[in-house]
């Protein structure tokens, strides 16, 4: 396969840019990855109104988000053709626009022949080419801009302090005790840690902190969210199927702990400095996995047969997530939470 080739202009004038357009069309753990990167870019380089194009379906996450001055958004179905033409209706008024950079963080024909028609004074593309972690393509992206990000704070400010508020009090949240969300969203069945393992690590987590539990993700984890409900009992707040993105960030923000698969609502929460404990199976943890100062991952990449993408176990088990008993994550889960007693919670770099 060819890739697109990544091209770039950097910015050269004295003066910060005025206006700035972010491109990142899907999917929603992508989009969430590159807002602490936008974030650190907007608080370095004089505050430019940064818009964001995206996906209608995404369009709520950049919107919450205080840095973001406006979102484009566009449809167009499931087909190339239809989105490629949906968003070719909103250059007229990109282009009236006049950005002075234009960040182009997916690098595919849609977000191309956008950046082509705004003609931006300088302009970026993220290496399409999947090798390394999309966080770190991302600040290559900003960086190759011409905009250095000597550090990005895991931050993203909502808009509205209090999303999320409303709906986690009428499930009974008791803001005395701290919040453990559960995201059981993997999207394959080897990305699936036991709904039953889940329900074992509440039932330990509880006798040792006093804690509510709450499962997020859409209502296709309905079933599973009802199986943990079962399993916890009055201590799981089940919101699933019953946020908007916006009430779900807001939600993650209030958290002290993310005990998450490899999913949107993953990188929602270590990108907002939440501390995260993820569990990856088939997933690729060297290019997905969160990062930063704030997160542990359990992975599958000291496995022969790591790491290997699909969707089906070819052994039938899913070995390398049933192998992390809840007693162990428990474990993984305190010390990371001890790490965090103190120091900020960054992204880059790495290492403090």
């Known amino acids: 396969m060819k890739w697109p080739v990544a091209s770039v202009r950097p910015w050269q004038r004295a003066q910060p840019p005025a206006r700035v357009l972010a491109i990142r069309l899907h999917a929603l753990g992508d989009i969430a990855i590159t807002l602490p ?67 182009d963080l997916q690098n595919n024909e849609i977000s191309r ?47 509205s302090r209090d999303a999320g508020i409303d709906i986690l009090r009428q499930a009974g949240w008791s803001a005395e005790r701290e919040l453990v969300v559960l995201s059981p969203s993997g999207a394959f069945v080897t990305r699936n840690w036991p709904t039953e393992h889940y329900g074992k690590f509440a039932r330990l987590w509880a006798i040792r902190r006093p804690t509510q539990f709450v499962v997020l993700g859409t209502r296709q984890i309905v079933e599973k969210a009802a199986a943990l409900q079962d399993a916890v009992g009055s201590g799981l707040l089940n919101l699933a199927g019953k946020t908007t993105l916006s009430e779900a960030l807001g939600i993650l923000q209030r ?39 704030h997160v542990g991952c359990l992975h599958s990449g000291d496995l022969p047969c790591g790491a290997c993408m699909d969707s089906t176990c ?5 070995h390398c997530l049933t192998r992390f008993e809840p007693r162990f994550v428990v474990s993984e889960a305190e010390r990371l939470l001890a790490r965090l007693l103190r120091g900020e919670r960054t992204c880059y770099p790495l290492a403090m």
């Open 113 to 159: 022949t956008i950046r082509s028609l705004v003609r931006p004074l300088a302009w970026s593309t993220f290496e399409a080419r999947p090798t390394g972690h999309a966080a770190e393509r991302t600040r290559r992206a900003i960086e190759s801009a011409g905009f250095p990000l000597p550090r990005v704070s895991a931050t993203m400010d909502l808009r």
């Open 255 to 293: 958290a002290t702990l993310v005990l998450t698969e490899d999913c949107g609502l993953m990188h929602m929460a270590w990108t907002s400095g939440v501390p995260t404990l993820a569990l990856f199976g088939s997933s690729r943890h060297d290019q997905a996995a969160p990062i930063g100062t």
């Open 37 to 103: 990167y936008l974030h650190a870019f907007h608080e370095l380089y004089g505050s430019p109104a940064i818009d964001f194009l995206t996906r209608t379906e995404y369009a709520p996450l950049p919107g919450s988000l205080t840095i973001v001055h406006d979102v484009f958004d566009f449809d167009g179905g499931r087909r190339f053709k239809g989105q490629f033409m949906a968003a070719l209706a909103l250059a007229p008024r990109l282009i009236r626009r006049r950005y002075d950079v234009v960040l």
């Open 314 to 318: 070819r052994f039938g088990d899913v």
